[in-house]
């Protein structure tokens, strides 16, 4: 099988072309016996000593130290702290003076008073709802940055354990292909074997050895990929990812459908910007009704010592309506259109993704079955048969090279199935706005149920 698996590059996948199975001695300490067929255990335990990775406390991490996600939070909380502002009057105007006017009783003295303006009736307070919902807007556009980046955070974590995996695989075969090349002369020097199986040996040792360095790169690459999401240092150290277990999707497609629709911060920033638009149009046509100035002084005649008052209305009359409040209208009203068209957009779009990660990981879930329960134990058998083969010299090198490769193939394959199964849940988290429900437990029966029927589990937990 050839399927790209995840995003990494394809001639990686070309270069684990080697076995994972050795000769009877070494096949003997890795199988597993099954129905009377010799099983190769794909899954390669780590030393003791080697540091794990839990992705849950790799997330709690993010959460914590990431500066984007702080730096969304923060936006978050100046947005909140607009809402009072806007909603409360203009600061009031004290004022003070002296005048003096020639009359017949000349009348001077001090002046003292406050100034206040005063909004139309209703201004402040579509002001403060326009600014409610930016505040709203912005702290779901925080919510997605924060679900955005423990999903990169996932992904990459899976693709790093696939590099490990792959790289504990071709470590094994290096040991093993040794063998063969031991066997290989073995059998040449008493002439049961041709030169060539040792040479084909030697060279496929070279190109393990090639690869290796290929995948140690890609191994270091990742490393850093992982530390810069959690803001460490790019060259800082990081442990080996646990184990990958494929966890079974409860949720049909509606219901996902439906979570998007209703949680999805994504999708609720764009509504509410569609919320503030409304209100900024209402905002935008109030604006033609004046505003108020409203002032009181104090007066004090020096020269009868005698004091009075004065009260004062003025108007603010919006005269250039043409060319201000229309147009305000007008950008409100092509803001809200726009906002609506970034909505129906954004809904089209996450509805896709919503749909497109689905049936990935409904396909990995098939395939991970698949391999697991027919494809491996079926290619496991035929290298067994090929290598009984060749060391009876009924089947040549190149035969025996060829069925290590099928074998190889499948389980990279069924590692790769997994790590993109786990990928499409962790985009389908980010776009449904968190985690998704898991339960239950997803046995061998269940998987060969699968592979009769055609038909997809809902629950459980598949594990190898």
Do not use: C
């Not at 500066?67 to 004022?95: F, G, N, S, Y």
């Not at 919510?143 to 990459?156: F, G, P, S």
């Not at 690459?221 to 999401?229: G, K, Y």
């Amino acid at each position: 099988m050839t399927r790209s698996l995840i995003h990494i590059p394809l001639w990686i996948f070309s270069a684990l072309t080697i076995s994972v199975v050795g000769l009877t001695p070494l096949w003997a300490s890795g199988a597993q016996e099954t129905g009377g067929a010799t099983r190769s255990d794909s899954v390669v335990h780590t030393a003791p000593g080697d540091d794990r990775i839990a992705l849950q406390s790799l997330i709690e991490e993010l959460v914590a130290r990431s500066p984007e996600i702080k730096a969304a939070r923060e936006r978050w909380e100046a947005a909140k702290a607009v809402v009072p502002q806007v909603q409360t009057l203009p600061d009031p105007m004290v004022q003070f003076g002296y005048q003096r006017m020639p009359m017949v009783e000349p009348f001077q003295g001090a002046m003292y008073g406050i100034g206040q303006e005063i909004p139309f009736p209703g201004k402040l307070r579509l002001k403060g709802e326009v600014a409610q919902r930016e505040a709203d807007r912005i702290e779901q556009e925080y919510l997605a940055i924060r679900l955005r980046l423990i999903a990169r955070l996932k992904e990459t974590y899976f693709d790093l354990h696939f590099i490990h995996k792959a790289i504990e695989i071709v470590e094994r075969n290096k040991v093993l292909l040794m063998q063969f090349e031991k066997t290989a002369k073995s059998r040449y020097a008493v002439g049961q074997a041709a030169q060539q199986d040792v040479f084909r040996a030697q060279v496929e040792i070279s190109r393990v050895l090639d690869r290796l360095a290929v995948l140690d790169q890609q191994k270091e690459s990742l490393h850093a990929a992982v530390n810069r999401i959690l803001n460490r240092p790019p060259a800082g150290p990081l442990g080996t990812p646990d184990e990958v277990h494929v966890t079974m999707l409860t949720l049909p497609l509606p219901e996902l459908t439906q979570r998007a629709e209703d949680f999805s911060p994504i999708l609720q920033a764009s509504a509410k910007g569609v919320e503030r638009g409304e209100q900024a149009v209402a905002l935008a046509r109030r604006e033609y009704y004046p505003d108020f100035d409203l002032s009181a002084l104090g007066l004090r005649n020096d020269r009868i010592n005698e004091n009075g008052y004065q009260v004062m209305l003025g108007i603010r009359i919006p005269l250039y309506y043409t060319t201000k409040q229309r147009q305000a209208v007008r950008q409100a009203l092509s803001e809200i259109a726009e906002a609506r068209e970034s909505l129906t957009n954004t809904r089209q779009d996450l509805l896709f993704r919503v749909k497109d990660d689905f049936v990935q990981a409904q396909r990995a879930e098939r395939l991970v079955t698949i391999l697991r329960d027919a494809i491996i134990p079926q290619a496991t058998m035929a290298l067994q048969a090929s290598q009984a083969g060749y060391g009876v010299g009924k089947v040549d090198f190149l035969t025996l090279l060829n069925s290590l490769l099928t074998l190889q193939e499948s389980e990279l394959e069924l590692h790769g199935e997994m790590v993109a199964h786990e990928k499409a849940l962790a985009r389908l988290e980010e776009v449904t706005g968190g985690p998704l429900t898991i339960s239950g437990s997803f046995s061998p029966d269940d998987g060969a149920r699968m592979l009769d029927s055609g038909e997809r589990t809902t629950e459980g937990v598949l594990r190898r």
